[in-house]
């Protein structure tokens, strides 16, 4: 239902708005170790990203990439459209191009439900959420 592409690019996310904002900008080079991705994938992920405005990004000597409040405040489903495109995210188990509620796959019936929960979730919850979690000690990101 994710990528690996929208894993990375919400670690991306997460490592910026714990660490970055408009005074302390980061570099692509200082954020791909500490995430462990690579650079030239994590660079392409958080451009999208930047030109949907999920995140911000100055050019120049003192640029880099930060999240504002206003970034902040983005439900998470925002980054998984953008990375992902919202057919995946509502494509087929089972990648049949046929499959829908009138002419269901196997699996269909078993995951309608779960997957309409997490996508409700993946939209109530916002990059700050994310973020206050970790903060709380109630989740973890290895960095």
């Not at 990528?3 to 996310?13: E, L, Q, W």
């Not at 880099?64 to 409040?69: A, H, K, N, R, V």
């Not at 459209?81 to 049949?96: A, N």
Request: charged share 25%; glycine share 4%; hydrophobic share 35%.
């Amino acid at each position: 239902m994710v990528s690996n592409s929208s894993k990375y690019a919400i670690k991306g996310v997460l490592f910026l708005a714990l660490y970055s904002n408009e005074e302390n900008k980061i570099a692509v080079k200082d954020i791909s170790e500490p995430i462990n991705v690579p650079q030239a994938y994590i660079a392409k992920l958080l451009q999208e990203l930047s030109k949907e405005n999920i995140i911000s990004s100055t050019r120049g000597p003192k640029g880099g990439f930060y999240l504002s409040e206003e970034n902040k405040n983005q439900p998470i489903i925002n980054i998984l459209k953008i990375i992902d495109g919202e057919k995946r995210l509502t494509s087929c188990m089972l990648s049949l191009e046929k499959c829908n509620e009138d002419k269901p796959c196997p699996l269909h019936k078993i995951l309608s439900a779960s997957r309409k929960e997490i996508l409700k979730n993946f939209e109530r919850k916002t990059i700050n959420d994310l973020v206050f979690d970790m903060k709380k000690g109630y989740s973890f990101l290895p960095l």
